[in-house]
């Protein structure tokens, strides 16, 4: 039988989500990989176990999520079941449609998981309305959405009066393109943020430091792929790790506070595949502060200007 751990709240960091009452963990867990069927059960549940033990009180799913689809959403029901029904009004639960899509069951936070070209927005989000208004969810989410056409959600879910709560976009030292005017909007209109891949699939870590490993994604061309993945970016990989190593840190857990060093960002969304990157990207929290000078470093070494 699972006890949690009794001092689970004591290190974790909560930031409120915008301007509403919900604060999330600094550091909450997503379920895209390593929690389907084609998964070990005990691994994904002991994952889970430890994410709660260190004050994550936050997991995010989608339908699609597995393999095969579906199967992450199965696994965490089970494990809600066996292990976190005696805590459940501790837990945030999100999931996503938008790209396959079926009935799904209640959840905290309902994300229309990307824009739909060939629909228009007033119609996905009004089912994101009748999501929450019919009792199927708590609050309303996006993911994917531009600057423009987030300024354009929060206005439409606004006018049905049920409120964006989040959006979940892409983020990393990598991938910047919401400094370009998605932040703002966020901050204008209180609206948290929950980013996800800081760790740019894994590249932001050692893994890739001294290549590209044979048992990688990259290497298996899956999500992050070996044509993207030139020596001009691992030369900057590795001059990210010496100046995480400057910080006493890890080039992962550097990563992870540089996206949680904006206010703006409620939580930075990892994923794992043992239970020790859990710890791992905790760790991150014990130094989210960065000085000008180490800033205006990433800044140079992702520009090409600096080599370390």
């Known amino acids: 039988m699972y006890v949690a ?3 689970r709240y004591d290190s974790m960091q909560y930031r409120r989500c915008g301007r509403s009452g919900i604060k999330l963990p600094a550091i909450s867990l997503g379920l895209w990989h390593n929690f389907g069927g084609v998964d ?12 709660f033990d260190l004050g994550i009180t936050h997991f995010d799913l989608a339908n699609n999520y597995g393999p ?27 999931t996503k449609a938008g790209w396959d899509m079926w009935p799904g069951p209640y959840v905290d936070i309902f994300y229309h998981h990307r824009p739909d070209p060939d629909t228009p927005m007033e119609e ?22 531009n600057a423009k056409q987030t300024a354009e959600a929060i206005k439409i879910l606004r006018s049905l009066g049920t409120p964006c709560l989040i959006h979940q ?32 699939q894994g590249l932001l870590s050692d893994r890739y430091l001294q290549g590209i490993p044979a048992d990688s994604r990259a290497a298996r061309d899956f999500d992050l792929k070996k044509k993207d993945i030139g020596e001009d970016k691992l030369a900057k990989v590795r001059a990210l790790n010496k100046l995480s190593q400057n910080r006493g840190q890890t080039l992962a857990e550097m990563a992870v506070a540089w996206v949680l060093r904006d206010p703006r960002v409620t939580s930075a969304l990892v994923g794992t595949s043992k239970v020790s990157q859990l710890d791992d990207n905790v760790a991150a929290l014990k130094n989210l502060k960065f000085s000008g000078e180490e800033l205006s470093k990433i800044d140079n070494i992702l520009s090409g200007k600096q080599t370390a």
């Open 169 to 200: 976009p892409k983020y990393s030292m990598l991938v910047r393109e919401p400094e370009q005017g998605l932040f703002d909007v966020l901050e204008k209109e209180g609206v948290g943020s929950i980013v996800f891949s800081p760790l740019a």
């Open 5 to 7: 751990d009794e001092k």
């Open 124 to 145: 996905s989000l009004g089912a994101l309305d009748t999501a929450v208004r019919s009792g199927r969810a708590l609050y309303a989410g996006i993911s994917a959405y």
């Open 68 to 94: 095969p689809y579906g199967s992450a959403e199965e696994t965490f029901g089970q494990i809600l079941k066996k292990d976190f029904l005696p805590f459940r009004d501790e837990l945030i639960i999100s």
């Open 40 to 51: 070990n059960f005990e691994n994904s549940r002991a994952m889970l176990r430890r994410a």
